[in-house]
């Protein structure tokens, strides 16, 4: 079981690095939504848990 969550938590990670999550100074087109949506986003990708 901590095998599978190890993996999710590493597949979370690299969709954040993919979709820049971390980058709030981005703030132009697709990246002003997710910055608004953030931790909505965040939320809906750590509670599929």
């Known amino acids: 079981m901590a095998d ?3 993996q999710y938590n590493a597949f979370i990670e690299t969709l ?3 979709f820049m999550m971390d980058h709030e ?3 132009f087109g697709i990246y002003r939504i997710m ?3 953030r931790d ?3 939320d809906f990708l750590k ?3």
């Open 35 to 37: 910055n608004y949506k």
């Open 16 to 18: 954040q690095s993919i």
């Open 47 to 49: 509670c599929a848990i």
């Open 25 to 27: 100074e981005l703030d």
């Open 40 to 42: 909505e986003i965040n």
């Open 4 to 6: 599978y969550k190890e």
